[in-house]
């Protein structure tokens, strides 16, 4: 016998308030659904607003799924910022098998896109252990909408727990970092700020334009071209994606690289078409099957343009490739001279967006004498930063989702402090949803963000170098420039600045500085912050007092390292016994006599022996084969820099410093500074 549907009267809650309470649309059929499934769309209809009976769903020749659709009462909006309706899943099969997500985008594409909640969905499985195996099943996909599981048996038992069904919604909400993802983004959910510069890309594709496309590492490049494939598709259009960091393609010449590229369409887009063999793509012949090749492909593809896009393309860059025929020889120039001459000869065959870190391919004029075929006919465009309203629908959406509400003003001081870079915003605020309270929903207030941020800046640096990396590896003067700006130093900054405008021009195209009537300052202050600690011995026109403090501080931290690098490596080369004895025999008669009844682990204790710095220096010339492995091959350049730094100490020298001087002392206490911390850390 069919359970009697309860339906609630709804229609004294259709104020200007848009109020949604609890019950079913007196318009909905659920004839197609059995006793149980009518009895558990009862039960959610006691929380939720059933608005849709659905229909049932063919997956493949016998798998049959069913749904509903369900708006969320007022409380649901409030805690878990719900406003559209959500798909309802129903999977009679005992056994929870992943196919059955696929009959969510199926369902939602049966409504309207506007209607459909695509953050949270729900799936209702006869297998008791559902919510396990979907934890299983999602917790590698970063990018996974929510999938709130229940079994038909916890929703058909008579439960007086009033919060049953709130509490799993929010386990399932308030447990994921959404903050914390790394990995590129290759779906719409959680794509934020980025699609006036798809549309624009692929609008420069659809107007048979090349494009190029740089920024720093984790600005969201590839997130972009993610998201200008799906823009393709959604127009029936075609791209094919060539990672040039692949070994596989930047390791091969640039005729074989043409042959991957036609590898790669064949195989990203499905193709029939037969390639010629590898090896018939000789340097001589190479250009000429490439166009036979894109002809046939434009052919099959209904005559459409073709949108190839290089991702990392400074891997086959001219002076910056890991490859030796890319870095050194001609492979670049036959490359582009092919593709531009084929651009150019074949009009809305194809187009191609070039993508990196590093604009030196369509910056360099010349290469070995020849033109650079890319040139002045790539346009140069930058990753913008996120604004504060861009920073604010990221945050916003993703922090209501984890039950985390921002006060408006952390928005703007999110945008200022990290320069509106998207990578480094998420990552400050997954360190707010560690540190902050638990019990949600919650509030972040400034205190909160402060504390956030100084975790951030302390605990998370290596994100700072991961973005700073590129500078340093490509543009050591741009990141020289940087030092310089970040110790207040504007005037060699400005004389950089006069030198070559790529400098700034990289710089502010990067996103990391602004100009403003000619004055420089950081649009990421978060990178200032962190040059300065980094850098902070890079700072010139010391004060004498100055000159001292930072050769005091330097030289305590070198000491107690050379000591412990002394212990271990004596220790390590002549046993414990033999080993006390050497020490002894440096520190000469009277102190060997004192200290003779110390233990060799005290002989290395300043407080109990006294060791002096220049004892561990007569250790190590005296005793050399225990440490040239971690010091160096060259004895006397390692025993003159020690012997600087010991000397350049306050209490030995009475006289001023000279700026010589300092600068020498620098270079010393680096060189010793990073042969000790290589090996002991």
């Known amino acids: 016998m069919a359970l009697k549907v309860i339906i609630k009267d709804s229609t004294k809650d259709k104020s200007m308030s848009k109020r949604v309470t609890s019950g079913i649309n007196p318009q909905v059929k659920l004839f197609h659904f059995s006793d149980d499934e009518r009895a558990i769309i009862n039960r959610l209809s006691r929380e939720w607003y059933v608005t849709h009976g659905g229909e049932e769903l063919q997956l493949g020749p016998i798998s049959v799924y069913r749904y509903i659709l369900m708006k969320p009462t007022d409380m649901y909006q409030e805690m878990f910022n719900l406003e559209r309706e959500i798909v309802v899943i129903f999977s009679h099969y005992e056994n929870f098998e992943p196919r059955t997500l696929d009959a969510i985008p199926i369902a939602t594409k ?14 209702i499985s006869q297998d ?45 909400f308030y447990s994921r970092d959404l903050f914390a993802v790394q990995a590129p983004l290759k779906k719409d959910l959680y794509f934020f700020g980025r699609n006036d510069l798809v549309h624009a890309l692929v609008n420069r594709h659809r107007s048979n334009e090349v494009s190029g496309l740089f920024g720093l590492r984790k600005t969201g490049k590839t997130s972009v071209i993610f998201g200008v494939q799906r823009a393709l598709r959604r127009v029936d259009g075609n791209s094919v994606f060539v990672d040039c960091q692949n070994p596989a393609f930047h390791g091969g010449r640039w005729n074989s690289a043409l042959f991957y590229i036609l590898r790669e369409a064949k195989n990203q887009l499905n193709l029939k078409i037969n390639l010629r063999p590898d090896h018939e793509f000789t340097e001589t012949k190479a250009p000429i099957l490439f166009e036979e090749t894109l002809l046939k492909i434009n052919r099959e593809i209904g005559f459409k343009n073709l949108l190839v896009i290089f991702d990392e393309v400074e891997n086959i860059t001219f002076g910056v490739s890991p490859s030796p ?51 002045s006919q790539v346009p140069l465009q930058y990753v913008p930063r996120f604004d504060v309203p861009q920073t604010r629908e990221m945050i916003r959406k993703l922090g209501k989702i984890m039950g985390i509400q921002f006060d408006e003003i952390i928005y703007g001081k999110l945008t200022e402090d990290f320069g509106g870079h998207p990578f480094l915003i998420r990552h400050v605020c997954s360190v707010v949803n560690n540190i902050g309270p638990k019990e949600r929903p919650t509030r972040v207030d400034k205190t909160l963000y402060e504390s956030a941020k100084k975790i951030f800046l302390r605990d998370y640096s290596h994100y700072m170098d ?8 490509f543009f050591p003067d741009e990141y020289d420039m940087l030092t310089f700006l970040a110790h207040g130093d504007e005037d060699t900054f400005q004389e950089f600045a006069r030198h070559s405008p790529l400098y700034t021009n990289h710089l502010i195209g990067y996103g990391i500085v602004e100009e403003s009537n000619g004055k420089y300052s950081f649009q990421i202050e978060s990178i200032r912050d962190h040059l300065l600690k980094k850098e902070r011995y ?43 004895d050497e020490v002894l025999q440096v520190m000469g008669t009277a102190r060997a006599a004192k200290n003779g009844s110390l233990s060799y682990e005290d002989l290395f204790n300043a407080n109990r022996s006294g060791i002096y710095f220049e004892d561990l220096r007569k250790l190590i010339s005296k005793h050399w084969e225990c440490f040239k492995n971690i010091l160096g091959s060259d004895k006397d350049e390692l025993i003159v820099k020690l012997t600087a730094i010991n000397k350049f100490r306050k209490d030995a020298h009475a006289n001023d410093l000279t700026q010589d001087e300092m600068n020498y002392f620098r270079v010393c206490a680096t060189s010793i500074e990073k042969k000790l911390t290589d090996f002991l850390e």
């Open 110 to 123: 049966r409504h309207q896109q506007l209607r459909i909640e695509r953050v949270c969905s729900v799936v």
């Open 128 to 172: 008791d252990e559902i919510e396990n195996r979907l934890r299983d099943l999602l917790k590698n996909d970063q990018e996974a909408q929510i999938v709130v599981p229940f079994s038909y048996s916890e929703l058909l038992q008579k439960n007086n727990d009033t919060f049953y069904i709130r509490n799993r919604f929010r386990s399932h």
């Open 325 to 375: 025929h890319w870095k050194e020889g001609m492979d670049f120039v036959y490359f582009w001279q092919t593709l531009r001459s084929l651009f150019q000869k074949l009009p809305k065959i194809f187009s191609y967006l070039i993508v990196g870190t590093n604009p030196l391919c369509i910056e360099i004029e010349t290469i070995l004498g020849n033109d650079n075929p890319l040139f």
């Open 466 to 473: 991961m973005i700073l990396n590129v500078l340093k590896g």
């Open 538 to 580: 890079k700072k010139i026109n010391l004060s004498q007092e100055e000159m001292w403090a930072e050769i005091s501080e330097r030289r305590n931290k070198i000491e107690p390292q050379l000591r412990r690098l002394c212990r271990n490596q004596m220790q390590a080369f002549y046993g414990k016994t033999k080993a006390r």
